[in-house]
């Protein structure tokens, strides 16, 4: 088992949220994953924001930035950090909140609604996810909108110049699928940096930033009394799922029917799945051997589809 760099993981709302905080850092990841670089980016708190603060949030993090390029165009750039497999919907979603919830801000500073289709920004997303969504060893994907015959990319012009953007972009990128050496050497370390390994490469300047911002030697008191409630939030998420486990068993004992207890343990493996526990803790914490937790990981990524990895 390869060594964690950080007692906390990157991927914790409030680890993640403090990290991209900083200019420095979110410019650096911004450029690694969708190939400029912002000549500013603001960190948006705003009414999208509040909307995902939902009862499983602790698994989800959501960063807003307004980015402006060189041209003065504005960028709207959604960062997700995600356990969950069932979340590229929502994300979907909230592109498309994005979308709709500046047309009334245009809309005020145009005489004419025609006109107000030319001020719509570009909106762009980068998930960082902790589960495999694709069967293929891919780890850094980005989608498009082009023509489905000549492949021809979908560009409009944006900003006063009138620059040809795309008006869509989302970046997935599956951390289990890290391939060192394999691939560009900004996305590694920011791969490496959300898994909490160690580093294989030099760190950059702003990797160098973050890791600051990750030491928890760093913070305030108020911010590690907000890490305290995280993880007392996720034993007792990991109690309940044990409580469920615990009672589907009895029920099927009870019953005579060995069908209760393996549709309780699979919806509690599933769950466990999906917010990137590893074989060795659910086997701990469930108290049934790594070899069957191994066997029903497979069987339930086989049933849940095509979509989904392993």
């Not at 912002?38 to 939902?54: F, H, Q, R, S, W």
């Not at 003065?72 to 592109?95: C, H, M, N, P, S």
């Not at 005489?111 to 980068?126: F, G, L, R, S």
């Amino acid at each position: 088992m390869s060594k964690k760099r950080h007692p906390i993981n990157p991927m914790m709302d409030i680890a993640a949220k403090k990290v991209f905080s900083d200019p420095e850092v979110t410019t650096d990841f911004i450029e690694a994953f969708l190939g400029f670089r912002p000549k500013e980016v603001k960190i948006m708190n705003g009414t999208l924001a509040d909307l995902k603060k939902e009862q499983d949030g602790y698994f989800t993090t959501t960063v807003d930035v307004l980015a402006s390029l060189e041209d003065d165009t504005q960028v709207v750039i959604e960062i997700q950090v995600a356990y969950q497999r069932g979340f590229l919907k929502r994300l979907w979603t909230y592109i498309c909140q994005h979308l709709v919830a500046n047309l009334p801000n245009v809309r005020q500073k145009v005489a004419k609604t025609h006109k107000m289709y030319d001020k719509i920004q570009p909106v762009y997303a980068i998930a960082v996810v902790a589960t495999n969504y694709f069967k293929d060893e891919k780890p850094v994907r980005s989608f498009i909108i082009t023509d489905s015959e000549t492949g021809q990319v979908l560009q409009f012009p944006f900003g006063k110049q009138e620059q040809a953007r795309k008006p869509f972009e989302m970046v997935i990128v599956e951390l289990k699928k890290l391939k060192l050496g394999e691939m560009d050497r900004k996305q590694q370390l920011w791969m490496e940096f959300f898994s909490n390994k160690e580093f294989s490469l030099k760190q950059t300047s702003a990797i160098q930033r973050a890791e600051y911002l990750l030491d928890v030697n760093n913070w305030t008191q108020e911010e590690r009394t907000m890490i305290d409630t995280w993880n007392r939030n996720a034993a007792s998420y990991y109690e309940t799922m044990q409580e469920r486990f615990e009672e589907g068993y009895e029920e099927g004992v009870e019953d005579g029917f060995e069908k209760g207890a393996e549709q309780k343990t699979q919806e509690v493996l599933t769950s466990l799945f999906q917010v990137g526990m590893s074989d060795d803790d659910i086997s701990l914490v469930l108290k049934i051997p790594i070899e069957q937790v191994r066997l029903l990981r497979k069987d339930i990524v086989t049933e849940e589809g095509p979509e989904q990895g392993n």
